[in-house]
């Protein structure tokens, strides 16, 4: 393919939403090594801040309340997203990356991710090429997250070892309290501790619920990493009775491998009020209140 040399689009700036795993059901284990899963995604409104500007090189540069230890070489998963997005495409030009970040890492939110979809979309638009589609297999090269986090804002239903992607229902009106103790938890870890690899699928989820049903549900979920997770860091045993404890918090449970974890409440008042008794009971937790998307 001929190499492109445009500059359609000077700067464009984003946001990379929070991907919040509210269940978690792992189905089995492929003979490659690859566990299946069936969780239930949606996005929350917190987000790292992300930057692309026409540039003859590829760039990154990295800052925020969570930047200290984010690489700013290829091993940046935006810098790797931005590589291959140039190679499929075959695009000469570069571009200076900016991230700003908000969310903390190794946290079970998938912001690496995030960012990472987020760049493909925005060097499409600047490059003014076509989008990697989330089926390319460069797209799944770049971690498991990444389809999903291609649909975002989108709920979606997510099975398969992240590539088998459903639209569901839209949920009813609702909030989350995200908390994530002072610990990371490493995913590999949490999956090599998970005790029983074979679980059931999450429940089907029903058209129309009301808030009081969808927490229903979702009380009747499972997240099958949040054991061996809690063994690793008991931290994360914390931050779920805190949230469980308060009155206001309909369901609470951890997102992805951890270690953050969610309260659901009825509205964004609600989250506000129960992050502030959170973050005062607890002043080294990072705590936010946040609107699903």
């Avoid at 075959?90 to 987020?118: F, M, R, W």
């Avoid at 990697?132 to 799944?140: H, K, N, R």
């Avoid at 927490?215 to 009747?220: D, E, G, N, S, V």
């Avoid at 499972?222 to 009155?247: F, G, M, Q, Y």
Wanted: net charge neutral.
């Amino acid at each position: 393919m001929k190499a492109r040399s445009v500059w359609p689009v000077a700067t464009i700036k984003a946001i990379a939403p929070a991907k919040v795993n509210l269940t978690l059901h792992v189905t089995g284990q492929r003979d490659d090594g690859y566990h299946t899963l069936d969780s239930l995604v949606i996005f929350a409104d917190v987000a790292d801040q992300l930057g692309a500007t026409a540039a003859p090189d590829l760039r990154i540069s990295v800052s925020g309340p969570f930047s200290t230890g984010i690489p700013t070489d290829h091993t940046n998963l935006m810098m790797r997203a931005a590589e291959a997005l140039r190679s499929v495409r075959g695009v000469s030009q570069g571009a200076a990356l900016t991230l700003e970040k908000h969310l903390p890492h190794a946290a079970g939110i998938g912001s690496g991710s995030s960012d990472a979809a987020v760049t493909l979309a925005m060097l499409a638009e600047l490059w003014g090429v076509a989008p990697l589609p989330s089926t390319a297999p460069e797209v799944l090269a770049l971690g498991a997250d990444l389809p999903v986090c291609l649909r975002a804002p989108q709920p979606t239903r997510m099975s398969g070892i992240g590539d088998t992607l459903t639209a569901v229902t839209k949920l009813p009106e609702c909030a989350l309290v995200l908390v994530r103790p002072p610990v990371e938890v490493s995913t590999a870890a949490v999956f090599k501790a998970l005790a029983d690899k074979n679980g059931t699928p999450m429940d089907p989820l029903r058209d129309g619920l009301d808030y009081d049903g969808f927490a229903r549900w979702l009380a009747a979920q499972r997240n099958d990493l949040r054991t061996p997770a809690e063994k690793i860091a008991p931290t994360v045993s914390e931050a779920i009775a805190k949230l469980k404890s308060l009155p206001a918090v309909s369901v609470a449970g951890m997102s992805g491998s951890g270690a953050t974890c969610f309260g659901l409440v009825k509205d964004m008042a609600t989250a506000r009020q129960v992050a502030r008794i959170v973050q005062v009971s607890q002043m080294n937790w990072w705590v936010a209140p946040a609107a699903v998307l």
